[in-house]
């Protein structure tokens, strides 16, 4: 198939993005694909011409991206480096590109690639892609909104609300504050007193105009990928220092990840069957990965859904997909060949 990987874009998690990207691409060439790798943004700036065998060119034009940097991109900086400096999020022949593949397989991570604009213009367009569609995205980005089909369904969430600027907000102590569409722990503080809430808030309305702030619940993070309705063997993340923020997320030895948890088989069942729920009320009906807290109590609490989880070689789904005998590659032909058949 010819296919292209969509990664970058405009959000926190753009360098995440071409990780994940560069690894799906390498993951499908190997299984023969024809695998063109785009930044959203930045496109490819070619005469028109030129792209009527970008298919067979794609070591050529696709771009190369290396690590992970330990802090979040300068967005300023990557509008300023866009040669035609359009305002526009599609860069130069990426629709063309994607119109003329058999499918793009989305790469992007946070703004615009999870909150459902990417796939909504896809639709008009006529693009078939991987992953949920615009709708189920755009709720499950929210984390406001994520809460209340998370109540219908019965899965149990920590309590809190979703603050605006200048807002006056009085959370019980210890609380958890974070933006509300933001993804890789990026602007999240844990706040233990009254004196260090304002920057708590301060930071993370620094990414966005509203924030999350709830109650923080101490104890063991898990997260369960759900694949067309089926949870996968749950994998628990325990950062060797600190809490799983962005350095401990993407730096290989910063957690220590067991796959699968080491859990009694009731509260595996339990988690499982929260996760397929919440994946259920939110209309993700390919694929998801559902992340969990589980108190001293062995009290579970749903943290958020992630409609496109990460690929990098640290990410949490391929290694519970590797639990069920799926190889990284299987896992990104099996993404595929559901979202064909959606």
Known sequence: MNIVVLAGGLSTERDVSFVTGTEVAKALRSRGHKVLLLDV?????????????AFERTEELSIHVEGIPEIAPDLQKVKASRKDQSDCFFGPNVIQLCQK????FMALHGENGENGKVQAAFDLFGVKYTGTGHLSSAVSMDKGVTKLFLRQAGVPFPQG???????????????????LCGGSSIGVSIVDKQEDLDAALQEAFRWEDEVVVEDYVK?????????????????????????????NKYKAGSAVETCPAQISEEKTKEMQGYAEAAAKVLGLDTYSRIDFLMDEKENLFCLEANTLPGMTPTSLLPQEAREIGWSFADLCEKLIQISLEK
């Open 161 to 179: 609300q979703v603050a605006k600027k200048g807002e006056k907000i009085a959370p019980h102590l210890p609380c958890v504050v974070k933006p």
């Open 101 to 104: 593949a058999d499918i793009v």
């Open 41 to 53: 943004f930045m496109g490819l700036f070619e005469e028109e011409q030129e792209i009527t065998d």
């Open 219 to 247: 104890g063991r993070e898990f997260s369960v990928g759900v694949i067309q309705g089926k949870a996968l063997p749950i994998i628990e993340i325990a950062p060797i220092q600190g809490f799983y923020d962005y350095k």
